[in-house]
C-alpha cells in the first residue's frame, strides 16, 4: 500500500464514548500532522510531530490527544467529544517540517467523524 | 505567511484549458507559491508549487508573474475528474511547525 491512509473512513460516536483514529503513512516521511475540516470551514491545523515529537499544538482542547509512536503511524484518541466537534479530520506526512520545499505535505483520504 | 486571493468559482468546458488565477500582492522574496485541490469529502491532493520560475509537472503548470505577486494554475485538458476546489497557498520557505494555511479556494466545476 501506498501514500497515507486514514481508519476508519467514517465513525458515529456518543459523547460519552471513546475512540481512536489512525493514521498511517508508506511514504518513509520524518512529519506528520492532524487537520481538522468542519463543515464550509477551511483547514484548521491540529497537531504537528516531527521525528515522533510533537512541535506543535495549536489550542486544541484537551479531549483530542495525539500519539505518534514512530514515524510511520500517528492517532488520535478522543474522548467526552462535543456534537461541535463533527468534522472531516485529515492526516497528513511530509519529508521534513520547515524546509520550504522539501516538507509538501501529502493528505489521507480523512475520517469523517459524526458525534451524537 | 502571506494572504491569497482566488475567485469564489469557475466553470470550464471539458477537454479545455482551466486557468485558476491567484493574487498574492503581499509575497515575500522567501515564500513558495503551492497548489493543493479537494474533491469532495477527500483528502487535499498536492499538485504543484513554485518559488519564482514557472513549473510544469504531469498534472498542471504553474505561471508564475514576473513580480511574483499573482500566479496561475493551468489544467491543459480539463476532464469531469477535475471537479473540484483548489487552493493556492503562499508558505515561508523555512516554516517552522508546517503550517498550510487553506483559505476558501476556487470551486472548479468541468462541465461535459
Known amino acids: 500500500e501506498t501514500g497515507v491512509t486514514q481508519t476508519p473512513r467514517h465513525l458515529v460516536m456518543g459523547m460519552t464514548n471513546k475512540k481512536s483514529l489512525k493514521c498511517e503513512q508508506h511514504l518513509g516521511h520524518n512529519a506528520m500532522y492532524w487537520y481538522k475540516q468542519s463543515a464550509k470551514k477551511p483547514l484548521e491545523l491540529m497537531f504537528v510531530?516531527?521525528?515522533?515529537?510533537?512541535?506543535e499544538n495549536n489550542s486544541v482542547p484537551s479531549r483530542f490527544s495525539p500519539e505518534c509512536p514512530n514515524s510511520s503511524h500517528l492517532f488520535l484518541h478522543l474522548h467526552t467529544l462535543q456534537p461541535e466537534d463533527s468534522a472531516l479530520y485529515l492526516c497528513?506526512?511530509?519529508?521534513?517540517?520547515?524546509?520550504?520545499?522539501?516538507?509538501?505535505?501529502?493528505f489521507g483520504p480523512g475520517t469523517r467523524l459524526t458525534v451524537l | 505567511d502571506a494572504k491569497t486571493t482566488q475567485p469564489p468559482s469557475m466553470d470550464c468546458a471539458e477537454g479545455r484549458a482551466a486557468n485558476l488565477p491567484c493574487n498574492h500582492s503581499?509575497?515575500?522574496?522567501?515564500?513558495?507559491v503551492y497548489w493543493y485541490r479537494q474533491i469532495h469529502s477527500q483528502g487535499p491532493q498536492y499538485i504543484i508549487h513554485g518559488l519564482k520560475n514557472n513549473e510544469t509537472n504531469e498534472m498542471a503548470s504553474l505561471i508564475i508573474t514576473e513580480d511574483r505577486k499573482s500566479s496561475t494554475l493551468i489544467l491543459p485538458h480539463a476532464t469531469l475528474r477535475d471537479t473540484a476546489v483548489y487552493y493556492c497557498i503562499v508558505r515561508l520557505l523555512y516554516n517552522q511547525g508546517g503550517k498550510l494555511i487553506f483559505g476558501q479556494g476556487t470551486e472548479l466545476s468541468v462541465k461535459p
Open positions: 510531530y516531527s521525528l515522533e515529537e510533537r512541535v
Open positions: 497528513a506526512s511530509s519529508q521534513d517540517v520547515g524546509r520550504g520545499g522539501t516538507d509538501t505535505q501529502y
Open positions: 503581499t509575497i515575500s522574496g522567501n515564500e513558495y
